[in-house]
């Protein structure tokens, strides 16, 4: 299982209809129904922007919305090409500025299902998924002449997002891999005396 780092973005035209395919990293559902918002705000003259998303751990949640297009002709097509790439936490939306041409129910399945693989295809050429891995918020709160010495913990930890924050004590937040929690935990309780509990 993968999951995109980065956007990416492919232009082309099919019958002088005009195809935005775009793939965004989202961590939730609740995030990918932002970015459609967004997408939507952003092509808001466009005559519709299909979109297919799966997040969770086994991109056991996903959606879709053909926004328009004849029942199953945009959003499935779509949908089974991410789903086939084997990836989650990502969305793709397709946007479509109709071009005059009507291309039949087939024809817009075939056009949706190249714009998708269009798109995955040039991820991969950048190297824009990397393998998914199951990570943990945790957070805790540690005297300043332990800063130091914690900081360099961490260090010895693969974390995302990590963040600190200076007051009357220093607070640490990120998120790590699941697998290392009680690591970290019985490091920092360590490194504490007892005094210091990470927050999961």
Known sequence: MDTLIFPVAVEFKIKNSRFISELLPCSDQKEARELIREQKQRYADATH???????????????????GEPSGTA????????RGRNCTDTLLTVTRYFGGTLLGTGGLVKAY????KTVIRTADEKNAFRQFIRRCPFSFSIGYPL???????LT???I?????VFDTDVRISGKIRVEETRKLADRIFDLSAGKTRVHF
């Not at 299902?113 to 998708?116: L, N, P, Q, V, Y």
């Not at 800063?147 to 913990?153: F, I, Q």
């Open 49 to 67: 922007i299909v979109h297919a998303f799966a997040v969770g751990t086994g991109a056991e949640i996903f959606g879709m919305s053909d926004d």
């Open 147 to 153: 800063y130091k010495p914690a900081e360099r913990l």
């Open 113 to 116: 299902g190249d714009c998708a």
């Open 160 to 164: 995302d997002d990590l963040s600190t």
């Open 75 to 82: 959003g499935r097509p779509v949908l089974d090409v991410l």
């Open 156 to 158: 010895t930890f693969d």
